[in-house]
């Protein structure tokens, strides 16, 4: 079992940055495929960005903007968003998946205005 913790959330005005950390605990991490999910209000979880054996895979949205990376040294995994829009407003998730089992964090909030 793993268990996701998410931070660096906050209020960014269009155009900037923001760089999400996911820790992770438990044993094994460099054998889970990790995502970042964002869930906006109103609307349904959807997928932003997928690490799977050194493969990624980006919504058509954030391609060119957001980018995934993740160091198995420390069990942790980024997302780094740059060009930000206030469309990308929306509570963050990381998520590990291994042997169909699923794994989330309790989000982080990014409101993206100015």
């Known amino acids: 079992q793993v268990q996701l913790v998410e931070s660096g959330g906050g209020l960014v005005q269009p155009g900037g940055s923001l760089r999400l950390s996911c820790a992770a605990s438990?044993?094994?991490?460099?054998?889970?495929?990790m995502g970042w999910y964002r869930q906006a209000p109103g609307k349904q979880r959807e997928l932003v960005a997928t690490?799977?054996?050194?493969?990624?895979n980006y919504a058509d949205s954030v391609k060119g903007r957001f980018t995934i990376s993740r160091d198995n040294a420390k069990n942790m995994v980024f997302l780094q968003m740059n060009s930000l829009k206030p469309e990308d407003t929306a509570v963050y998730y990381c998520?590990?998946?291994?042997?169909?089992?699923?794994?989330w964090g309790k989000g982080t909030l990014v409101t993206v205005s100015s």
């Open positions: 690490l799977t054996n050194d493969r990624t």
């Open positions: 438990g044993s094994s991490f460099s054998t889970y495929a």
């Open positions: 998520n590990a998946a291994r042997w169909s089992r699923t794994y």
